[in-house]
């Protein structure tokens, strides 16, 4: 079975430093790996995915990721965080052998502060 | 374009009542899947559609919930017997059948009393 660990309840981190919010993951074979963002009364909203090829991905909003299959992690990263970022993220995995369920994590909240 | 929808946004209901939940997928998307989220979890898988068939309905907790997409395009979660466990925010989502990432709605925020 698939599962997805998100360490951290919250995060806290000032506006223009870096940001990491962590994830590891469980799956049999290569995973397909997701992180999304949920802001407050709204549906989740896609950040980025890693499928194969490069471990670095980047996405919307200038968030990235690095896969790094012997640790068996995916972390979301942003070089210069802003309070606009305040949200719940969401990491989330799925097995490409089926076509169908996405297995999340608890959600990390962060928190820009100025 | 406009995204996936979901109504009603808020569903209240007593214990023991019939609620159905509608979903509208993005035109063209021929995936939908249904996941509930308690408070303080993520999604948790519920339901899959490809087309018209339930390819993979393993995540429906037990035979009070049912869910329909009779045309391909919109589906109804149906739950029967309301218990105050159900109250949760269900979320739909739709993909294109090659793609990996699921587009999300809104929600629908459900409260049995």
Redesign the interface.
């Known amino acids: 079975a698939q599962s997805v660990a998100q360490p951290e309840d919250q995060v806290n981190v000032a506006e223009g430093n870096p940001l990491t919010v962590k994830c590891t993951y469980s799956v049999s074979g290569n995973p397909y790996l997701f992180w999304y963002v949920q802001y407050p009364n709204r549906g989740l909203q896609f950040l980025l995915k890693y499928i194969t090829g490069d471990n670095l991905v980047k996405g919307s909003y200038g968030f990235e990721a690095e896969f790094n299959k012997s640790q068996t992690s995916f972390h979301l990263k942003k070089p210069s965080a802003l309070v606009s970022d305040s949200a719940l993220y969401f990491c989330a995995v799925r097995d490409p052998g089926t076509a169908s369920k996405l297995t999340f994590g608890t959600g990390t909240r962060l928190q820009v502060t100025l | 374009g406009a995204g996936?929808s979901q109504t009603p946004s808020n569903k209240v209901t007593e214990k023991g009542k019939y609620v159905e939940l509608r979903c509208d997928p993005i035109s063209g998307h021929t995936?939908l899947?249904w996941?509930r989220q308690s408070l303080?979890?993520?999604?948790?898988?519920l339901i899959?559609f490809?087309g018209t068939g339930a390819?993979?309905d393993?995540?429906l907790p037990n035979d009070r919930f049912f869910a329909v997409r009779p045309e391909g395009s919109v589906s109804t979660l149906k739950i029967q017997r309301t218990e105050r466990g159900d109250s949760a925010v269900y979320?739909c989502?739709s993909s294109t059948?090659d793609s990996?990432?699921?587009?999300?709605?809104?929600?629908t925020r459900l409260t049995v009393t």
């Open positions: 996936v995936a899947y996941y303080g979890q993520g999604p948790e898988f899959y490809q390819a993979d393993s995540g979320l989502a059948r990996r990432e699921q587009y999300f709605g809104p929600g």
